[in-house]
């Protein structure tokens, strides 16, 4: 990495959405630029910077949230006209302030995203698109998941409208008119748009795509079929992507790529070598990247990557050099221009502290005042929970506008909280009484200063479900909190997937009933993650999903009055045949059940199991073994005497124990699993050998592959 950005904080407005900034356009090449953004206020702000400072040049009044602002014109002309998505109504300002149009859509459900092409006004809520030319409904589509991006492919370049949507089900939508020309998959749910290059690249049809779970892509959007040309996988483990866009930082005539991350990662790319992506440069921020746009505002002629963050600051990475070389002279008028600067500062927050004494007295008065009303003080919540398909666990994301205080974790299911990394959090735990009160874990992380973002990891235990409660309490007088509440499916390690493999041995699980196909379609909601809540327009739907922990998978047929689930893990079958059971009988919903189970099944589980249970044996037992081994080795001096295999052993001991450490009760719950799926096999045939589970834990202590899928057929 070669590229030296440097960091300049401009402004700071309220909490903004994703995609809410945007530069205008300049008036020569390298001028500096306006920076437009709105937030969640309603508020449009407009800025540019000066000696400086930022002076703002026009700030709208407050109104509804701000979900979306986009920069549109007439075709081949400089996009300079201002348009704002709020509830269900489209606002356009001009580059002064003015507002020209204020269109109301009448949608059902608030704008999420937008696009502007020309005269042509590209929508979506959650899972409606439609799409208008000079204000006059054209066309219509009612997705079959959750849209998170819309954008069309450039008209002036095609001469053909190709609107793509991005949504959650893991699948870019190509329309056309009001009718979908093909289908993309992707290998995330894809949650930012942007044309390769801001024009669509060499032909035209390139789209950039980044996901929830951090990847990016470009596909070109043929008129017959979608061709991938590159993929990056996120290696690093790193946060999904909010925003990506295309500039030449690097200075080699090649736009580069940048891109956001809703961890505060900002990341440029450079297509120069082959088109092959290579990372140039990041750098982390304290909270989610909401907009990046490459350009110039903080002085003329130096270009930087300007970004909105979640809490409303607006930052620049400049390639303006901080210690500049100069004469004697010179020196002295910068250091006079950052001492005014200094002092500046120092009276402005010395008023403020003031203030704050000022409104903190008159409050404590009022709160001592018979007729005292207490207002309790809002503020506004950034919440993600998604499961990660590397290492089958949730991650609970957590940021604030505020810093953040103490959260309190509760959950009335069995969990592990697993370590992160990133968390400087101190976590304590409580004892909990869970036979009394539901309680199996009680957790409360306290933050350290200025912590606005928390990240957690959870795993939990398919068969188990309820609710898992998060008391979130920012560092704001008089003190308040806000709860958040996540469920935990009964099959909550499952995860949607485009295919599976049919050759596999299943078992087969049969509803039939008096239901329609939308309360078959809402017991499927109930037990597995990723499925959109209202039910797909059509008399059916199939789903295909993965278990993340076990690599099994499941499938599921859906139609009024029956409901067909496939899956080579007899308990899978086992989970959705008790919690639906259940759930019918809550409902009063009379249901026959059949099932058809395949012994062949049992035995290809165990096998996928197999691996993964070696390995977490073998690395318990290394780990048992370094204390010994590290006494060995201070006694002796040295440890040229031991076996290569112990001294790999001792040389390998930091990363062992990290490694044993990041998976708390991961070979129990490879135990349970195999004694699930023993009892499980057993169940279907009516027997009860709950009896033989002290003789199955004894063989997997001494275990042997053979050994345990002989036990299994034997019982």
Not at 142 to 153: A, F, K, P, Q, Y
Not at 329 to 337: D, F, Y
Not at 351 to 365: A, F, K
Request: proline share 4%; hydrophobic share 35%; glycine share 6%.
């Amino acid at each position: 990495m070669d590229l030296n950005l440097n960091r300049a904080d401009y402004l700071q407005v309220g909490v903004t959405s994703q995609k809410t900034m945007k530069l205008l356009p300049a008036s020569r090449h390298r001028a500096t630029q306006k920076v437009v953004l709105g937030d969640h206020d309603g508020v449009v702000t407009c800025f540019g910077m000066k000696k400086g400072e930022a002076v703002v040049l026009f700030k709208t009044l407050p109104g509804q949230k701000i979900a979306r602002l986009e920069l549109g014109g007439v075709l081949n002309t400089p996009q300079e006209k201002i348009f704002v998505a709020s509830g269900s109504e489209i606002r356009g300002f001009t580059k002064r302030g003015k507002q020209f149009l204020s269109f109301e859509t009448n949608l059902t459900e608030s704008i999420k995203a937008m696009y502007v092409s020309g005269s042509d006004l590209f929508l979506s809520a959650s899972y409606i698109y439609n799409h208008y030319c000079d204000c006059k409904d054209q066309h219509y589509y009612l997705s079959g998941d959750r849209i998170n991006d819309v954008i069309c492919l450039p008209v002036e370049r095609l001469s053909r409208l190709t609107p793509v949507l991005a949504c959650q089900d893991r699948v870019l939508r190509v329309l056309q008119g009001s009718d979908v020309l093909y289908e993309v998959e992707v290998p995330g749910p894809p949650t930012a748009l942007a044309l390769h290059g801001g024009n669509g690249g060499d032909s035209g049809e390139d789209l950039l795509f980044g996901t929830s779970d951090g990847k990016l892509g470009i596909i070109q959007v043929t008129t017959a079929k979608p061709i991938h040309k590159w993929e990056i996988r996120n290696e690093r483990k790193r946060g999904g992507v909010l925003c990506v866009d295309s500039f030449d930082i690097v200075g080699d005539g090649v736009k580069d790529l940048l891109v956001g991350r809703d961890d505060g990662v900002v990341e440029v790319y450079s297509l120069h070598h082959a088109n092959e992506p290579v990372l140039k440069f990041d750098q982390a921020l304290s909270e989610s990247i909401t907009s990046i746009q490459g350009g110039c505002v903080g002085k003329d002629g130096y270009d930087e990557i300007v970004v909105s963050t979640y809490s409303g600051w607006v930052t620049g990475l400049t390639t303006e050099p901080v210690h500049r070389e100069s004469g004697p002279g010179e020196e002295l008028k910068i250091s006079q221009e950052m001492q005014n600067k200094i002092s500046s500062l120092r009276s402005e927050l010395e008023q403020l502290q003031y203030r704050v004494l000022q409104e903190r007295e008159r409050y404590q008065q009022a709160s001592q005042s018979s007729r005292a009303v207490f207002a309790v003080p809002s503020f506004s919540i950034n919440d993600k929970f998604t499961l990660n398909k590397d290492d089958a666990s949730y991650s609970l994301i957590l940021e604030v506008q505020t810093a953040i205080d103490n959260v309190l974790i509760q959950s009335d299911v069995p969990i592990d909280l697993l370590d992160v990394d990133k968390n400087s959090a101190v976590v304590s735990f409580s004892s909990c009484d869970s036979e009394s009160n539901d309680n199996f874990l009680l957790a409360t992380y306290r933050c350290q200063a200025n912590t606005t973002r928390l990240e957690l990891k959870i795993r939990s235990i398919e068969g188990q479900y309820g609710t898992l409660q998060a008391y979130v309490t920012p560092r704001i007088q008089p003190k308040t909190c806000q709860v958040r509440q996540y469920l935990i499916k009964p099959l909550s390690l499952h995860q949607r997937t485009h295919c599976i493999d049919h050759d596999r041995p299943v078992n087969t699980l049969t509803l039939t009933g008096q239901f329609s196909f939308a309360e078959v379609h809402s017991w499927v909601v109930f037990c597995l993650p990723e499925v959109p809540e209202k039910p797909p327009a059509g008399e059916s739907v199939t789903f295909y999903f993965q278990n993340t922990f076990l690599d099994t998978q499941l499938e599921s047929h859906c139609r009024k009055g029956e409901g067909v689930f496939k899956s080579d893990n007899i308990s899978t079958i086992s989970i959705l045949k008790d919690v639906l059971s259940k759930e019918a009988t809550k409902r009063k919903i009379n249901l026959n059940i059949s099932y058809e189970i395949n012994e062949v099944s049992v035995k290809h589980t165990l096998k996928l199991i197999h691996p993964k249970l070696e390995y977490q044996l073998l690395l318990a037992k290394k780990v048992q073994l370094i204390d010994a081994l590290k006494e060995l080795q201070i006694h002796e001096g040295n440890t040229n005497f031991l076996i290569p295999e112990y001294r790999c052993i001792l040389e390998e001991a930091d990363h062992l124990q990290e490694e044993y450490k990041k998976q708390p009760a991961h070979l129990e719950r490879l135990y349970g699993m195999i004694t699930d799926l023993f009892i499980d096999k057993f169940k279907f045939k009516g027997t009860n050998v709950k009896t033989k589970v002290p003789l199955l834990l004894e063989i997997l202590d001494s275990y042997d592959q053979n050994a345990l899928i002989a036990f299994f057929d034997a019982a």
